[in-house]
Every structure is written in structure tokens, then in C-alpha cells.
């Protein structure tokens, strides 16, 4: 295994991305952050890996719909860092409607960001992982890439593609020494989230407690929200070697939804 690895992260500049890239740099790897947001914030958790880490940390802001960007994206970090040793494509939108509603730029924009991208970082990653006979590539899915929701037809198509796409590239990796898994979380502490129950709660004429319980965690089991730490540590653990055997899963860590 390389001394200090390396890693891409996109979709790197908030919510689980970015705790996924602060959690691999705190394990010592260099980081090529990637995402949209104010530069200025961006530049603050850039330098800021850098300097409480020790590591090499930088920030593309390549575009998850241009696969020349993405490309592009790939080569820098290289470059930088000398190899990508992990990637993790995290990087994801979603819109809610009904499918007869369901505006065809949104589903175009869902599968190109939630699925395609994936697709291109893998293609752009995976000949140099396949020649230093090492590589981990993590997939965020979600546990819409085992069981659906109405109204979420292009996320849930979207995410069952990441999961079908985890298992061939795993099995094309499994004499490389690169593995691919995907993370399937279930319903996520995020500010995105957290910015969804005041609204949630005018709309459905409740309290935020019970939007909480009744809305989002309906499915999960535990009533409790999976924490960013928690995905990022599952993270963590798929670059050691005491997940090497682990190629091509679908992991669940989801306060049991998908047990029902």
C-alpha cells in the first residue's frame, strides 16, 4: 500500500462529502476537494486540511456534468499527488415529483450528476489504479439504491444504477487490488436536511419534532438520523487493508430501513 494515500472526493464542498475529505485527512491522505459554494468558504477547508493535517489538499471545481472537466479533474489530482488511490463519488442532487410531472432537465440533471459522473471519474481513475495494483473506490448511494419512495424516480433510478455500476467495476478490479463498494445511507443530518423541517412543518401543519419522526425517520427503524461522522468513518475504513476483501457491497447504514 502506497505510504500516505490520496484521494478525490466530489461533491467534497459540504453535507457528507466534506466530512468524508476532513475524515481522510485527518487519516493523513492528500485530498482534491470538488463542489460548488462561496470560494472563500471553499478556501477556508482547503487550508485548513492542509494545515491541521499536514497533508496536500486541493480544490477543482470541475463540473459533474462535462466529462472533459471531469477528466481534467482526475489528471490534476494525479498530478498533484502523484496517484489517486481512493475516490469517492459523492456528488448528487435531488428533485421530488410526481413521475408524470417530473421535468425531463431534472431527470437528465439527476442521472448525469448522481450517475454518469460516477461513471467518467471511474473511467478517467481506474487504468492507473489497475497498474499500481491498488485502488478503493467508494460510491455514495443511498438506501434508494435498494428499496424505492414514490416521486423519486430519477434519484432512485439514479442510485439503483450506482449500485449495479459498484459490482461491475468491482468485479473488473478484483485481480488489481482495486476494490468498489457503495455506501447506501439512509436519511442524513445534513444542513440541507436540517433546512427542510421548518418548511416541512408549515406545509404539514406540525411541529418539527414530529416532522423529524413522522416524515423523515418514518423508515428508519433506530428514529435516529445517520450523522455525517458516520458515513465518513465507514469511508475510512473501505481505504485499510482490513477491507480489502470487501469489493463490490452494497453497505447499508440506514437505522435499519432496508431490514423491513
Known sequence: MPKRLSAIVT???SGIGEAIATAFAAEGMNVM???????DAIEKLRAGLEEKH????RYNDADMTKPAEIAGMVEEAAEAFGAVDVLVN????????PIED???AKWDAIIAINLSS??????AAFAAMKENKFGRIINIASAHGLVASPFKSAYVAAKHGIVGLTKTVAL???QYGVTCNAICPGYVKTPLVEAQIPDQAKANNMTEEEVVQKIMLAAQPTKQFVTVEQVAALACYLTTDAAAQITGAALSIDGGWVAH
Open 54 to 57: 499536514g497533508v496536500k489538499a
Open 90 to 97: 459523492n456528488a448528487g442532487i435531488q428533485h421530488v415529483s
Open 33 to 39: 476537494l470538488n463542489g460548488f459554494g462561496d470560494r
Open 118 to 123: 460516477a461513471f467518467h471519474t471511474i473511467k
Open 102 to 104: 417530473f421535468p425531463d
Open 172 to 174: 473488473e478490479g478484483a
Open 11 to 13: 461533491g467534497s464542498t
